[in-house]
């Protein structure tokens, strides 16, 4: 089994940490962006760009780096600084989120940001994007990986199915999908606007291996996205239980907290849940 050193998750969870604290600082500052669905997936995004996936900034477009397909879109603030740790852009070019002429635009774009792979924002296309880079490796012959980043009300959207129906029939083993399960989307709970049921059960009848993990464990999460590299014949998805707004308190499982503005009190309560200086 793939095993991670135990100082090394440390440093990954003192990463994760800093990267809320810049998070909810620059949404706070510029008034818009998605809070909630960003918490939830920073340790997955830390551990892809920082621990697992083969990437170079120094190289973002080698023919042999493996993609990673943030195919929530709007959870792009905390892609930005995944990025910025990883190296494709300056920390500082954070503060440029959302505002006119950035490159960090509310939803990625591969056009002007190093490190992106897809354009993602309509819920549902993203999947079927990460399949065809899939195949299109596969016909290479390239051992690069695909990691797509889903949410969970995207499996809401009928393309999705029909994107794994296809990742069934093509044996795309070199493709990794990974559920961030966080039960809650933009108008309310899953199971109050779509009742999934069994994902489980529905995920493996239409023919992938299912894994799941906790979704903020760094361990966890590093040896089940090992686990799921290493099947073969059919593709993968990782359910990664998380909590919308993981971090802040009063986010945390609610809808409310896709996309809101944070107000001056709601800040200084969010950087004393987090740790982070209010006037820092």
Excluded at 50 to 62: F, S, T
Excluded at 235 to 252: H, W
Aim: glycine residues 10%.
């Amino acid at each position: 089994m793939a095993t991670i050193d135990k100082k090394r998750v440390e440093e990954l969870k003192e990463i994760c940490a800093e990267m809320r604290i810049d998070l909810i600082k620059q949404l706070h500052k510029i008034q818009t962006g998605h809070p909630g669905g960003s918490l939830s997936v920073c340790e997955i995004l830390a551990l892809l760009y920082l621990e697992i996936a083969n990437v170079d900034a120094k190289n973002p477009k080698c023919p042999n780096r493996d993609r990673i397909v943030l195919t929530k879109g709007h959870a792009a603030p905390m892609l930005y600084l995944a990025l910025a740790k990883a190296g494709f852009i300056p920390k500082e070019e954070f503060a440029t989120l959302r505002q006119l002429n950035s490159r960090l635009q509310g939803h990625p774009c591969p056009k002007t940001t190093p490190g992106v792979e897809t354009a993602s924002g309509p819920m549902g296309i993203g999947l079927s994007a990460a399949i065809g880079m899939a195949l299109a490796l596969k016909l290479d012959k390239n051992p690069a990986k695909v990691y797509a980043i889903m949410g969970d009300g995207e499996l809401n959207e009928g393309t999705v199915w029909e994107a794994c129906m296809s990742a069934a029939k093509y044996a795309v083993d070199n493709l990794t999908v990974i559920v961030d399960l966080n039960g809650v989307q933009l108008d309310g709970t899953n199971d109050e606007i779509m009742p999934m049921l069994n994902l489980e059960a529905k995920f493996a009848a239409f023919g992938f291996e299912v894994l799941s993990c906790d979704g903020h464990d760094i361990v966890d999460i590093y040896e089940t996205i090992h686990k799921a590299n290493a099947i073969k014949g059919k593709p993968c998805v990782i359910l990664a239980n998380t909590v919308k707004g993981k971090g802040v308190s009063f986010m945390e499982g609610k809808n409310s907290w896709h996309g809101a503005p944070i107000g001056a009190a709601e800040f200084a309560q969010a950087m004393k849940d987090l740790g982070g200086d209010i006037d820092g």
